[in-house]
């Protein structure tokens, strides 16, 4: 991944254009949503999610550790390892029958903790609370110009 993008997320109404900018851009792929507990990983999957189309509730799937959804005939598979002991407990709950279905959405929260069993991520979204705890700072890192050009004119510097 050779770009990397910083933005700043004042409220939820921030995170929310985000989603939407997100859910314009990225249909398929894997990424990666690093952060510590709370910084809004899930509250942005939330709006990505309902940015492509889901309608209902978006669980965080902490105890499960995928949530599935069929949004517009789009296959979408919200992962969070965090409660994750081992990175084989991904191929024993048989993560390649997730990971073999083409032109999905693959969004891992803790990716950290699923080693060489998951793929590499097209996009990184790092998220970090401020000092306020109010705030966010968001880093996106990729290696699309064509992605960077529209990052640069949806959220101007």
């Known amino acids: ?33 690093i952060g510590d507990l709370g910084a809004g990983k899930t509250t942005l999957t939330r709006y990505w999610l ?19 959804y069929k949004i517009r005939e789009q296959n979408v598979f919200h992962f969070d390892l965090y409660r994750l002991n081992d990175p084989y407990e991904l191929e024993l709950m048989g993560i390649r029958d997730y990971l ?30 401020t000092e306020d705890d109010a705030k966010r700072e968001v880093t996106l890192t990729f290696d699309s110009a064509e992605f960077l050009t529209a990052l640069k004119q949806h959220f101007p510097s």
């Open 100 to 129: 073999d279905i083409e032109h999905g959405l693959f969004l891992f929260e803790w990716p950290s903790k699923g080693g060489d069993e998951i793929p590499q991520p097209n996009y990184m979204i790092h998220i970090e609370k």
């Open 50 to 68: 309902q940015k492509l189309g889901h309608q209902g509730a978006v669980k965080s799937p902490t105890y499960t550790l995928v949530e599935p």
């Open 1 to 33: 991944m050779q770009y990397s993008f910083k933005l700043h997320l004042s409220n939820e109404n921030d995170t929310q254009k985000l989603a939407t900018f997100l859910g314009q851009h990225i249909a398929q792929g894997v990424i990666y949503l």
